[in-house]
């Protein structure tokens, strides 16, 4: 059984048959429960929270996770279709489950004593608790080093202090991953629970993009965590650092998603638009712009499958998945601003998807590592030199 669709090159023949079954079964879940919705809430700005269940029901939520705690154990190329096919229909439902998955049940996982695996990991698989990630401030993004967030040792526990900014998911989460410094100037992971007092995650409004995603501020105010609540497995940036390669991996694939889905209504919107008494895809100004698409969404494809068979095979480098997203959102975004202009005037209409991608792929262009940092990470790898720190 093959998904119809973009796959030029066939690539789908090195999919094992769970994956392909698990891509089926989330492009049907997504056309049948999310396409006819998210119109709807991109408009108004609003998350939809009852399919939260169906995502769990869904496996979405810790795919890749450890089966052992409520974890789906598949392949990480599992856990990219499943990303390629949500990013189809919209980055910010790709988003919720990046966050989930990978800055959430990540951490836990890799970082967090077997308590916290226990308490955690099965509400969190399941839907039962959301969560969320705070690292970037509003003076350090790029830079997380800087970070002002603190964590004051005192008996037993910690008083965090600080505020994050950009937070998806914050405002609907149970718990948050906070990344604060210890008085020794060093980076550790707090498991935050909502209720804490002190802590509240008010909603960031006004965005252009990303709008059926939820994000939000992060605010302590002396909030105290207990011992039991810091993950005791990492210590320093490479703790939230090693989060993020999780996610920049499933984001290198969910955003070739969106790159196919504005390829596909492009190539039919140019067969059926009729200008100067012929099909615009008759003209080859616009089959140059299909087949540019076409070309670099097919390289995506490829990178994508090789970058996730590297992390299956545990050989994976960290500087890969910055290629990886560097690469694909940056076709992601080319080919929403082509698919934007075959679409003439109706490219920027609401009844055509284009413009909600576009929009969303400026969001994930910046998050996650900007594309210039991504160079600077590659760039340090083949050079040797590092160009920032
Ligand atoms: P800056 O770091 O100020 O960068 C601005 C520009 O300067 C960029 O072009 C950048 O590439 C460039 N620049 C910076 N330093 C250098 C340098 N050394 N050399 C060359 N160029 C440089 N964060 C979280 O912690 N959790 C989340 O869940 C989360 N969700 C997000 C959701 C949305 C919708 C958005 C927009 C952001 C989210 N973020 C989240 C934050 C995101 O990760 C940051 O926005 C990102 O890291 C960039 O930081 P910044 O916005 O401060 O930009």
Known sequence: MKLKGLDYLGISDHFSDEEIMVQHNTRQFVEKEIMPVIEQHYREGTFPHDLIPKFAEMGFLGINAPSEYGGGGMSNVTYGLVCQELERCDSGIRSFVSVQGSLVIYPISAYGSEEQKLKWLPKLTSGESI??????????????????????????????????????????????????????????????????????????????????????????????????????????????????????????????????????????????????????????????????????????????????KNKDNQTLKFQQVS??????????????????????????????????????????FTYEGTHDMHTLILGNDITGIPSFE
Not at 283 to 302: A, C, D, R
Request: hydrophobic share 40%; glycine share 10%; net charge positive.
């Open 131 to 308: 969560g969320c990630f705070g690292l970037t401030e509003a003076d350090y993004g790029s830079n997380p080093a800087g970070m002002q967030t603190n964590a004051k040792k005192v008996e037993g526990g910690y008083l965090i202090n600080g505020s994050k900014m950009w937070i998806t998911n914050g405002s609907i989460a149970d718990i948050a991953i906070v990344w604060a410094k210890t008085e020794d100037g060093i980076v550790r992971g707090f498991i935050v629970e909502k209720d804490m007092k002190g802590f509240s995650a008010p909603l960031m409004k006004n965005k252009w993009s990303l709008r059926a995603s939820v994000t939000s501020e992060l605010v302590f105010d002396n909030v105290f965590v207990p011992d039991q609540n810091l993950l005791p497995n990492v210590q320093g940036l490479k703790g939230p650092l090693g989060c993020l390669t999780q996610a920049r991996y499933g984001i290198g694939w969910g955003t070739i998603g969106a790159a196919m889905a504005v390829y596909e209504a492009s190539l039919k919107y140019s067969k059926e638009r009729i200008q100067f008494d012929k099909p615009i895809a008759s003209y080859q100004l616009v089959q140059q712009k299909l087949v540019w698409m076409l070309n670099e969404i097919t390289k995506g494809q490829m990178i994508a499958l090789q970058v996730g």
């Open 323 to 364: 290629l990886i997203k560097r690469n694909n959102v940056w076709v992601a975004r080319e080919c929403c601003k082509l698919a934007r202009d075959i679409h003439g005037g109706n490219g920027v209409s609401g009844e055509y998807p284009i413009m909600r991608h576009l929009m969303n792929i400026e969001s994930v």
